[in-house]
Structure formats: structure tokens, C-alpha cells
């Protein structure tokens, strides 16, 4: 998809461009709004949120600073890349299988946005980081669809929670892998591992704040899955 998305060089509107510092600065720049704007959401929401998940609520709260500086990271070094027009909105319910082949449908992007930032270029690791997410969500909503029909008792949710994280590690990296043979060849990713995983890193942490403010104002329940993902991001060990 992105291969071919990237294809067009004569037209202006899909024509890749540079990855450049303002870029970065700009790119930097919204995600500290939207960290700041959806945590002060989640502030907001913490007296109506279950008492299982309020303890992870407020502590992530207090992680403000730290979601800031995995963001500023973006401004310490110059990533050599291209913008492209992306999909926007590419997630699992995103991929039909016709029992041959898969068809990507949907491509007006987040409904959220506003249509001119839907129509920016990017980073097309911003769809890989969707997809990313896509599969944490599958693999929570399955246990939450077992435990709601009867099959997982709630005191063996917590037990099952590693290997949750496991099956989505082994998925993801299984796709990572596809993808970076499929699009190797397009000449739009970060040309160095560490600029590669810098910006995934942070388009994955990006992803999953915009899912918490999406469930803190239309599935409430849902809560603990953008959550438990933003914690595990800003937790996990960096890599120097």
C-alpha cells in the first residue's frame, strides 16, 4: 500500500517529500497537545472510572513529564525519511480477506480530524503503529468477549494477561518483519535502525493516547486497553 501510495512523483498531492526538521518540530509539537489535552481529559474522568484500573489511571496521570521527553526525543536528532500520503485510520477492521487476497478499505482517515489534517502527509509508520495497536486490542477484546460469555472466570483475566502480551509481541513483530520486506523497497523509511525505532516508538505512544481520549468519551469500558498500552510504552527500557 504504501509502496504504491509513494509511486506517484509527478502529482504534488501525492508526490513524497522530505522528512525535515520543521517536520519534526511540527510533528513534536502536536503530540505534546494532544498528550496534554487528553490527560487533563483523563484527569478529569478519574472519580468516574472503575476502581480496578483508577490506581492506573492516576499514576498515569502523574506521567506527564515522561510522555513529554519520549516526545522531545524526536527534536534530538535528524531522521532521514520521506512524508507520504498515508491511509490515516489502518487498523485490522480496515483488512477484508476475499479468501485470496486482502482488500484495504476506508481511506477518508481518522473521523476525528478535521478533512486538511486528514490529508497531510506523513510517516507511513503512523499506519504501521495503527495496525500495531489494532492487534492489542484484538487480542483484550477477546478476553473481555470469554470473560463476558462465561469461558474466563474475572479472577483468571490477570493470569492471562502475559500471554496476551506475549501472542501480541509475536504478532507484531511477525508483521514488522512482512512489512519491512514489502516496503524496504519504497525509500520512505528512516534509512537508520535507530531513527526507525525512535519514530515507531513514538507513533505507537501517539496512537494509543488518541484511543484513551476516544474511549474516555465513547466507551468507558474500554478505558483499560489504551491505558495499559500507554504504560507499557513509556515504562519499557530505551534502547541508546
Known sequence: MHVILASEKERPEFAPEPYSTLSQRSLYQSLRNL???ILALLRSRLSALPKLIHAEAEELVAQEERIDEIFKSLLERRIHASRIRVHGDYHLGQVLYTGKDFVI??????PARPLSERRLKRSPLRDVAGMLRSFDYAVHNGLRVQHATGLIRRE???LLEPWARTWTTWVSVAFLQSYLRAAGQGEFLPDKQEDFELL???LVLEKAIYELGYELNNRPEWVPIPLRGIRQLITAKDKG
Open 105 to 110: 478499505i476506508d481511506f477518508e482517515g481518522e
Open 200 to 202: 515507531l516508538r513514538i
Open 35 to 37: 498528550s496534554t489535552q
Open 156 to 158: 483468571d483475566l490477570q
